[in-house]
């Protein structure tokens, strides 16, 4: 295996489209790695970059220390899983594992001994003499990946690689792959737009927006500090309530928060903060909760329920012509639009972020 390391990386279009912006990111040899954010945010163009698939516009690529800038495809030893699994239909499983090391003229020896070890570890040996056709959606998927790893690469680049499975299966193919790289340590960069499978997967998350990268760190900081706005409305189902408000200090490092003119929360880490300063507040929707009997709270108009069993999701308004928050509720609530109940936040849940008018 190999470690990667993007520095400055660009990449520009003929047409002006510039894909990605000063990039820089290191990854060690044996880390899984994934990569979340919306789509057209650059992330299946960097994995092409790095399989040497399109060419960069500047900046430097190094694998396993060396500059990989020019080196064809071929000679970066990177394996690609895609998420159409782009398997040969009128091939065999065993004929789509030993392919690659057909090209490669392998000796037949190594090919069998190879195959033989990815269909045990991806337990595929009852289905060699299998096609495509007759096989579930997570077999073509073990498929795929056996297919990447007979080949030994230095890098296994992963686009997208669950969005064709039913929810179900998603989750079991992610275990799978979470616990195949753990069992290889294997350099893996994942891409994904999908957050339930970057938080669960990554032991780091790089998050990207418009091919800028906006935090890299472990699933937990990013839900916990995300690093500016975007972040925080990405990371998260429901999202991070989001909403202008105003600062009161009471205190050398503690303040009120204050939305439409009345208090949301208090004991708010007023860091660095004057008195009276316009921020972007962010709350999580599991801090919200209905206030109690001696607790300071404020007064929400409800706005809409989603009953889940386990939870309600509780959308209100703070104030008069207020945005909607929303409230992650822990059972069931027998609330309907127009109803009016007590809410309160816990300061330290409250996340600041300046405000850009």
């Known amino acids: 295996m190999a ?33 979340v954010g919306p789509s057209g945010c650059g992330k299946s163009t960097l994995l092409r970059l790095l399989a040497g698939l399109e060419d960069i516009s500047s900046g430097t690529l190094k694998i396993g220390g060396r500059v990989a800038n020019t080196l064809s495809p071929q000679e970066r030893n990177i394996a690609m899983v895609f998420q ?24 037949k020896e190594d090919i069998r001994r190879r195959v033989a070890w990815a269909a045990e570890l991806l337990d595929l040996g009852e289905v060699l003499d299998r096609l495509p056709k007759q096989l579930s959606g997570g077999q073509r ?30 989750g079991q193919v992610r275990t799978e792959i979470g616990e195949l790289q753990r069992r290889m340590g294997a350099t893996m960069l994942y891409v994904t737009h999908d957050q339930v499978e970057a938080m669960t997967l990554g032991r780091r998350i790089a998050v990207l927006h418009q091919g800028r990268i906006q935090q890299v760190a472990d699933p937990k ?18 999202p991070m309530n989001l909403f202008a408000a105003m600062l009161e200090r009471d205190g050398p490092d503690r303040a009120r928060l204050r939305v439409a003119g009345r208090v949301v ?3 708010v880490d007023a860091g660095a903060y004057v008195d009276g300063a316009a921020v972007l507040a962010g709350i999580r929707p599991e801090a919200v909760h209905l206030a109690g009997p001696e607790e300071a709270g404020f007064e929400a108009v409800v706005v ?9 999701l509780l959308y209100f308004q703070a104030g008069p012509e207020t945005q909607a928050w929303t409230a992650r509720l822990p059972g069931m609530h027998g609330l309907g639009p127009g109803d009016r109940l007590r809410l309160a936040v816990a300061g330290q849940a409250v996340r600041l972020f300046p405000r850009e008018d």
Request: aromatic share 10%; no cysteine.
């Open 221 to 238: 900081t990013l839900y916990e500090r995300p690093g500016n706005p975007f972040v925080a409305g990405f990371i998260g189902s429901p």
């Open 84 to 107: 159409d699994y782009a398997l040969y239909p009128t091939m065999t499983v065993r004929g789509n594992l030993e392919f690659p090391l057909k090209m490669r003229k392998l000796a």
């Open 265 to 267: 929360a208090e004991g």
């Open 141 to 170: 998927q073990r498929v795929a990946m056996g297919r990447a790893l007979v080949r030994e690469p230095s890098v296994f680049l992963l686009d997208e690689p669950l969005s064709n499975l039913d929810a179900k299966l998603r």
């Open 3 to 35: 470690s990667v390391s993007f520095e400055h990386l660009e990449k520009t279009y003929p047409n002006g489209y510039h894909a990605l912006r000063d990039f820089t990111l290191d990854i060690p040899d044996g880390e899984l790695m994934v990569l």
């Open 304 to 312: 809409g329920t989603e009953y889940l069993g386990h939870e309600t």
